[in-house]
Structure formats: structure tokens, C-alpha cells
């Protein structure tokens, strides 16, 4: 019974010393750069004092014991005559634990122990960039809500007439940045906020953002609101005119003009089969010395700063293409001017080589004529001698008939 009564009774002096350690933790938050002072409790306010304190931040790789009688971190952090801690200028580098162990003259032990963690509050949140419109049913960047100087990070909310906003991927979109100092490690933090207002939404929307402190207890801050016009989002109606029309001759020129209701305030880029031109912007898209592989579907897009990119109905240029062969399509590609000229200075030509032939061919009939003519009358003669000697014959028969 004795030895269970023994440990029943350590068990209650363990459960009492561990509540004490538990109440004395305290967490501590303290402004950068400004003193801080923490007390160890039970510490005797007068010398002689037996304590000891023990830390654990981002300036020390372990645990880090200081005395009253000082020492070279007497510049960060010392001890005071009355047992507290000083910290003459709080620094990020100074977040972490610190404990203190005390015993009173009677020996009766006392420990403390603090978290303490730092902070900056930056300035007041500003909207730099701001739109100076919006338009209905197109997404419009609103402006960047800007941040500097603060400490832990914190956030940076928008607000639509005094509503959260809270992005969807849809209507509403925030793109965020956050950037540390290397030197003062104080953060800066910026959100760009995108929107598409509704049709037949509110005309004059008004837009606020607020930055929220990382730490417990600590005031957002506002920044000054900025009041928008929203207009009601108007169809671009983007044409393309073709000049000349109709189908072209390879070799010619074309020209495509994209006509838009704002030609000042609006980029024009072309497409040809669904694929963009690797070309500058512009109203005009020249063809020149057009080539069969020219041929396709041209569409211009008009991309306006408020009314979004519209795109034109497609129209077909169409390359004539010859199977004959390279002549020809060199005669139509030079128009049929000149194809009437080729043509007439052919038809002269075969009027020539026919007139030419016929005279030809008629001295050629009366060489053959000429030629002709001797023969037949060494015909007639040759008749002739016949007949004589065919008729001397008969004479002289008769004559040596009638002789003695």
C-alpha cells in the first residue's frame, strides 16, 4: 500500500509539473525592428538569480544558452538585471522558441517558454493599371492590386461592389505573384484580376482589393476603389473584298482588303485554310505573280481592345490551270490582248505560206506545160513521115508493075 500510495503521489507531482510548463507557453508576436522583452517567471528579482535561458531561432543551429552574465550576444539578445530577456531589434532571423528555467532561493523552479513570431504590416494595397472600360460578354483585365513591404506574406482578395470575389476560371479569373526581398526578406505581392461582365449586368460596377495579414488578429487593409463603365458588347462585322474578282490567271495580282467598322483601333491578321500568314498586320493582303499553290481560302481576324477578336467569312481565290502546257498558260497569264495579237500575227503568217504555195505551184504547172510541148510536136512530125513513106510504097508498086 505504501509503495502504490508513493506512486500515485509522484504520478500527481509529474501531471502538476507538466500543467505548469503547458501554462507558462505563450505565443508572442512582435513588430520587426522594435524591442522585445520577455520575463522569466519565478525569476528572483534581485541578484544573486540562478536561471538559465535557452533558445531556438533562425540565428542558432540548435539550442542556444545565455547567462546573466552576458556575453557576445549581448548585441541580439542579453539578459537584464531582473532576469528577462531583451531583444533590442526583433528580426525575422529572431522567430523561434525560447524557454526559461528559474529557481527561487527557497529552490522551488519555475520554467517559461515563448514562440514568438515577427511582423511588417506593408503599406496601404494599390490598383495600378486600371481599365478605363469594360465590355459585356468579353474578358477584360480589371487592373493588378499591388502589396509591398509586408510581413509573414499574408493575401491580397478582390471585391465587386463589395461582394468577394471568387475565381471561377470562368466569369472571373486571378493571377497571382509573390516575390521576397533578398536583402530584407519583406514580401510584395501582386494580383491581376480578369472579368467577363454580364449582359445587361450593373453599368457602373465598382472594384476594391484588401490585403490580409498572415498573422491572427490583424486589420485587413483596403485600397482604394475604382469605379468602371461597362458597355454593351457590339458584333464586329469583318468582310473581306476581293479585287478582281472571278477567277485569276497564274501570273496576276490580287489584292484582299479586310473592311471593319474601326479600322483605327484594331489589328488585322490573315488566315488561309484555317492557318495563320506568318505577316505583320495589316488591311491588305497583296498576291502578286499568283501561282497555283496561291490558291485557297483567305479570312481576315480583327482583334479590337475592348470588343475581342471577330473573324470574316472566308473567300476562294481561284487559280486558272491549263493542261496543255506552259505556253499557253503564259499567253493567258499575259490577258487576251496579247492573245489576240499572237494570234493574229499567226493567221497572217498562214496567209503567207498559202499564198506563197499557190504561186509556186502555178510555176511549177507551166514548167511541166513548157516541157510538154516539144515533145508533142516531134510526135506530129514522126506521124507525118510515117504517112508519106506508107503512100511512096504503093507508088512504087504500081510503077514496077507497068514496066516491060
Not at 497569264?333 to 504561186?359: D, E, F, H
Request: aromatic letters at 4%.
Amino acid at each position: 500500500m505504501a509503495a502504490g500510495a508513493a506512486a500515485a503521489a509522484g504520478a500527481w507531482v509529474l501531471v502538476l509539473s507538466l500543467w505548469g510548463a503547458v501554462v507558462g507557453d505563450r505565443n508572442i508576436t512582435a513588430r520587426i525592428g522594435k524591442p522585445l522583452v520577455l520575463n522569466c517567471r519565478g525569476a528572483p528579482k534581485k541578484p544573486p538569480q540562478q536561471l538559465e535561458w535557452k533558445l531556438n531561432t533562425g540565428r542558432t543551429e540548435a539550442w542556444k544558452v545565455l547567462s546573466p552574465q552576458g556575453g557576445p550576444w549581448d548585441s541580439v539578445a542579453r539578459v537584464l538585471p531582473n532576469g528577462s530577456l531583451l531583444l533590442p531589434a526583433a528580426g525575422i532571423q529572431d522567430e523561434g522558441t525560447f524557454r526559461c528555467r528559474a529557481t527561487s532561493r527557497n529552490g522551488k523552479e519555475t520554467r517559461s517558454t515563448y514562440q514568438v513570431r515577427v511582423y511588417q504590416i506593408p503599406g496601404k494595397p494599390e490598383i495600378i493599371n486600371p481599365a478605363s472600360e469594360l465590355m459585356a460578354g468579353v474578358p477584360s483585365k480589371v487592373g493588378t492590386c499591388v502589396s509591398e513591404g509586408g510581413y509573414p506574406a499574408g493575401t491580397l482578395s478582390w471585391h465587386w461592389d463589395g461582394k468577394p470575389l471568387i475565381p471561377d476560371g470562368k466569369g472571373v479569373s486571378v493571377q497571382e505573384e509573390t516575390r521576397r526581398h533578398p536583402e530584407t526578406g519583406l514580401f510584395t505581392l501582386q494580383s491581376e484580376l480578369m472579368v467577363t461582365p454580364a449582359q445587361g449586368g450593373a453599368p457602373h460596377p465598382t472594384f476594391s482589393c484588401s490585403f490580409s495579414p498572415g498573422l491572427p488578429r490583424r486589420r485587413a487593409l483596403h485600397a482604394a476603389p475604382i469605379q468602371l463603365n461597362v458597355w454593351e458588347s457590339v458584333p464586329l462585322e469583318v468582310q473581306v473584298m476581293v479585287e478582281p474578282g472571278g477567277m485569276l490567271a497564274p501570273g496576276g495580282t490580287v489584292t484582299l482588303t479586310c473592311e471593319t467598322p474601326a479600322q483605327s483601333s484594331v489589328q488585322i491578321h490573315w488566315i488561309k485554310d484555317g492557318m495563320p500568314l506568318p505577316l505583320p498586320p495589316s488591311p491588305m493582303l497583296v498576291l502578286s505573280e499568283v501561282k497555283p499553290e496561291d490558291q485557297g481560302t483567305y479570312s481576315c481576324v480583327a482583334m479590337h481592345p475592348s470588343h475581342g477578336s471577330q473573324e470574316s467569312r472566308g473567300v476562294s481565290v481561284v487559280i486558272e490551270t491549263d493542261k496543255e502546257g506552259p505556253t499557253t498558260a503564259m499567253w493567258k497569264g499575259r490577258g487576251w490582248g496579247t492573245v489576240a495579237l499572237a494570234l493574229g500575227i499567226l493567221g497572217g503568217l498562214g496567209i503567207a505560206v498559202l499564198l506563197i504555195g499557190a504561186i509556186m505551184w502555178r510555176r511549177r504547172q507551166r514548167q511541166r506545160q513548157e516541157r510538154k510541148a516539144p515533145e508533142n510536136q516531134e510526135e506530129v512530125e514522126e506521124e507525118e513521115r510515117t504517112e508519106l513513106n506508107q503512100s511512096e510504097e504503093p507508088e512504087a508498086a504500081e510503077s514496077g508493075a507497068a514496066g516491060p
